[in-house]
């Protein structure tokens, strides 16, 4: 019978070692029926004996938990069950990604507005935005223009997001990072 395996599926893959059969260490084992019913506590050789006579194998649920939950259930039948959930999983999952606005001190109006019209379309698609002031030779002497700026933006995007993280100075980068409401 199977030992160890680590894999679920070919491109899928369980950070930790589902132990099956001969494989499960512990002496003392919580048991789990094949239809779901707790069996209760069992020493190793006792679930062994349980699995074989249902013909199935015995693989273990949570080894961290005490005394480790095992279940009896068929192996196969198990991972193609798992190798869905992940699947399903991985489909429902919303990636949200992090867009980033590079923004002068000295950005005029109108080009100011066109950078706001796109980060409300990132926030639309609801994407989080870093939003960077980028100061350059002189312009680090004045900081609080910087920050004047970034309150600016922040109050004209109020309606639209959320402050996620506060104006920082990485550099000569003042950032904050905001989300749609």
């Known amino acids: 019978m199977l030992k160890c395996l680590q894999t679920l599926g070919r491109r899928s893959t369980i950070n930790t070692t589902i132990r099956i059969n001969e494989a499960i260490r512990a ?9 779901g019913e707790q069996l209760g506590i069992m020493s190793r ?22 005394p480790p939950v095992v279940k009896v259930v068929d192996w196969g039948k198990y ?24 923004l002068g001190l000295k950005i005029g109006a109108n080009d100011l507005e066109i950078k706001l019209r796109k980060i ?5 698609d609801g994407h989080k935005v870093k939003i960077l002031v980028v100061f350059r030779g002189r312009e680090m ?4 223009l910087g920050y004047a700026m970034i309150n600016r ?29």
């Open 141 to 144: 002497a004045h900081q609080e």
């Open 45 to 66: 050789a006792e679930a062994l004996k349980v699995a074989e006579e249902a013909g199935v194998d015995l693989i273990e649920i949570s080894p961290n938990a005490e």
């Open 120 to 124: 409300r379309s990132f926030l639309a």
């Open 153 to 181: 933006i922040a109050d004209q995007l109020a309606e639209d997001a959320i402050l996620e993280q506060k104006p920082q100075m990485a550099g000569r980068n003042l950032s904050i990072v905001i989300r749609s409401k």
């Open 79 to 102: 991972q193609y069950q798992k190798m869905k959930e992940l699947q399903k999983n991985r489909k429902n999952a919303k990636v949200v990604e992090l867009k980033q606005m590079r």
């Open 27 to 35: 002496e003392q084992l919580r048991v789990i029926g094949p239809t």
